[in-house]
């Protein structure tokens, strides 16, 4: 889970205003490079397994993904999770960050979602 105070931002924003009771809320995090261990070969394409909220703050469960957590983002989504009465899961992906929010909008038919561009200092590829 991104660690820049922009995605936080926005995914505090997402969750003040874009969820409601009973809704479950997907944090998509895309992993540039692929871990070839064998036990992750099986997600290279779909995507690893939905990581409830209550698995986030699990360092041995996060390792096998090699996903660093943040402590802000998890606590926000403690207290949101109760507080607004949502699910909150993850899901990593690995690859572009681009064409992989591309796959997801194309399998998933996506009804809202809500996106931090790249830091200033980056750009999507292909992008001018």
């Known amino acids: 889970i991104d660690v820049s105070n922009s995605?936080?931002?926005t995914l505090k924003w997402a969750i003040d205003n874009l969820t409601d009771k009973g809704d479950t809320l997907?944090?998509?995090h895309?992993?540039?490079s692929?871990?070839?261990e064998s036990r992750n070969l099986l997600w290279v394409n779909s995507g690893s397994l939905l990581?409830?909220?209550s698995e986030f703050r699990e360092p041995d469960i996060m390792k096998k993904y090699d996903a660093k957590t943040d402590v802000e983002v998890l606590n926000m989504c403690d207290i949101a999770s109760p507080q607004k009465e949502i699910i909150i899961v993850a899901k990593?992906?690995?690859g572009?960050?681009?064409e992989k929010v591309l796959e997801i909008y194309a399998l998933r038919k996506t009804q809202m979602s809500v996106h931090q561009?790249?830091?200033a200092h980056q750009q999507w590829p292909g992008v001018q």
Request: proline share 17%.
């Open 117 to 119: 561009q790249p830091d």
């Open 51 to 53: 990581i409830p909220l």
């Open 92 to 94: 990593i992906y690995w």
């Open 30 to 32: 895309v992993k540039p």
């Open 26 to 28: 997907y944090i998509i």
């Open 34 to 36: 692929f871990d070839v």
């Open 7 to 9: 995605r936080k931002k």
């Open 96 to 98: 572009d960050p681009r």
